[in-house]
Each structure stands twice: as structure tokens, then as C-alpha cells.
């Protein structure tokens, strides 16, 4: 990323009310970085997030968008440039399973939704953060981190195939775009977290799906958030100056 010396990096991380992208959100504020946090419903999660960051010196937007509602999506990089000036950094991390079950099972509007939250709206998020990041426009450069899964490899049969096709689009996202803006300053990378310990699998309607896989699991235990968000920070610190293009995957050894 290139930027002017002593300004502090912008970052807007999507889906940040809890889970890992509370975790991402916690840590970067460490690291020194000005966040723009966004939630769909879960305002006091939210709210406890942003106090979290300010405790560490961040200054810090909170913005509610369902990124399910594309405008709400495009939204969200021009309230952040509008507040700080400037945004160098993007964190395309919120993200919905739909219900586990066999693959006969799915519901097409859930596949249908789980594309707009996972696929559509980071399309339309990282449109608008490249356009202000790319140097060829006036743009200081810029890292942007996909959170995907494990699921793009696995094709998580028995569980949430189209989930997983999803995440499989998320690597091409990053692929993509690290070739097509390595030349104007844009880093673009992914981490791939394995089963990690969040609400995301009650919402799957499987609370205990991370102590139930622990067992197949070479590390034998699920990920906590704070292994994810350590993964993502390196990828936005200096040390990672080089890397773009890559998927970083953080599963216990799967
Ligand atoms: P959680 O379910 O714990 O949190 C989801 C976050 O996304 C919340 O902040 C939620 O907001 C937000 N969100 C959900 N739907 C929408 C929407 N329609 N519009 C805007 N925001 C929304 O998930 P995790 O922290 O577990 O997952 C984070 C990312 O990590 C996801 O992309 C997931 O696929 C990926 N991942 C997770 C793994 C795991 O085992 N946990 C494994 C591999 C990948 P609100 O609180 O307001 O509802």
C-alpha cells in the first residue's frame, strides 16, 4: 500500500458487529488503522465493537447496511470517503451459510441470497474502493483482504454446497482483481478460515458444528477469531508488501 508518511490507514470492514469481523476490527484499531464498521441488524454488538476501537485510539464510522440491498452496498465507500477523505483499505468479510443440509435440499432463494451477501456486494465494494485506490486515477494505492472458507476447496457436500460456490467466487474476486490493479498500487489477498468458534454456525442451525468437526481437524480444535484477524493484520502490514494474489488459509491444518 502507498501512503503518504504519517497519515493513518482508512478501512472499512464489512459484517464487523461480531464474530470475526469483530475480531479484524479489534485488531487493526491495534495496529493503528481509522475504521469505517458496518452491522446489518445487531446494533448494540455493533455499538460494543466501536467502543472496543476507540479504547485502542481509532476513530471509527459505524454505518447499518444490509449488503443483501446492493444500494445499501454502494453506500458504504462513499460514506466512508466522505468522512475520512480517504479509504486504503477494504475487509470484504461479512458473510451468511444458509442452512446446512444436502445439496437436493437447498433452497434457490437462499442460494440467491447467500450470492448477494457473499458475492454481489464485495463485487460492488471493491468496484468503488479500487476506482478511489488505483494510482492511474489519482488514488494512493490500496490493500483488500476477502475473508473466503475453506468450503471454496472442500465443496462442503452434506452441508452448504452453494455457500461453499460462493466462497470458490470470493478467490476468483481476488485473483482477478490482484492481476488487473497490481499495476496502480491495489493489493488484493484472501484468508480462508477453517471452522472457526462464532454465532455463524447456530445461524446454520448447527450450534455445535465447531467441537462436533474438532475431531477431523489435525490441530483437533476449532479456530478462534483472533487466529483469523492475526492472518488478516499481516496482510496489512508493511511486512506484506510483496504479497498480493495470495490465499492465506487458516484451518488447523486442513
Ligand atoms: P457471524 O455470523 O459471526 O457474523 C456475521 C457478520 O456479518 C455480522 O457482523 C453480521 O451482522 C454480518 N452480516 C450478515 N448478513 C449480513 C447482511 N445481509 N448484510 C450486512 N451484514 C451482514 O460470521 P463469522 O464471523 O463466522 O464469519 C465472517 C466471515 O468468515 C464470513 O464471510 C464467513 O463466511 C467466513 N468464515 C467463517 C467461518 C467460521 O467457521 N465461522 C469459516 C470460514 C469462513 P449482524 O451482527 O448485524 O447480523
Redesign the pocket.
Known amino acids: 500500500m502507498q501512503m503518504n508518511e504519517g497519515l493513518r490507514p482508512v478501512t472499512i470492514i ?9 475480531a479484524i476490527a479489534e485488531r487493526l484499531a491495534a495496529d493503528g488503522h481509522d475504521l469505517v464498521l ?6 448494540t ?2 455499538a460494543a465493537v466501536v467502543r472496543a476501537c476507540e479504547a485502542s485510539g481509532a476513530r471509527v464510522l459505524l454505518l447499518r ?4 440491498d446492493l444500494e445499501q452496498a454502494a453506500s458504504v465507500v462513499p460514506a466512508a470517503i466522505a468522512e475520512f477523505s480517504t479509504v486504503t483499505g477494504l475487509v ?6 444458509g442452512r446446512i443440509g444436502g445439496f437436493l435440499d437447498a433452497s434457490i432463494h437462499e442460494a440467491e ?1 447467500l450470492f ?3 458475492v454481489l ?1 464485495p463485487i460492488v465494494l471493491t468496484q468503488a474502493a479500487i476506482a478511489h485506490m488505483a494510482t492511474d486515477r489519482g488514488g494512493a494505492g490500496g490493500c483488500i483482504v476477502n ?5 471454496a476447496t472442500s465443496g462442503a457436500p452434506n452441508t452448504y454446497i452453494p ?1 461453499a460456490m460462493s ?1 470458490a467466487a470470493i478467490n476468483a474476486l481476488t485473483t482477478g482483481t490482484a492481476k488487473e490493479f497490481g499495476p496502480v498500487g491495489v493489493r488484493v489477498n484472501t484468508v ?10 447456530a ?1 446454520a442451525g448447527r450450534p455445535n ?2 467441537d462436533e468437526r474438532a475431531p477431523r481437524i489435525p490441530m483437533r480444535r ?2 478462534e ?1 483472533h487466529e ?1 484477524a492475526g492472518a488478516v493484520a499481516y496482510l496489512f502490514s508493511a511486512d506484506a508488501s510483496y504479497t498480493s494474489g495470495a490465499d492465506i488459509r487458516v484451518a488447523g491444518g486442513i
Open positions: 464489512t459484517g464487523a458487529s461480531r464474530g470475526i469481523g469483530a458496518t452491522y446489518r441488524d445487531r446494533a454488538d455493533a447496511a444490509d449488503l443483501a470484504n468479510n461479512a458473510g451468511i451459510t441470497l448477494r451477501v457473499n456486494a475473508i473466503s472458507s475453506g468450503a455457500y466462497k480462508s478460515p477453517g471452522t472457526t468458534r462464532t454465532e455463524m454456525h445461524a458444528a465447531p476449532p479456530g477469531v483469523i
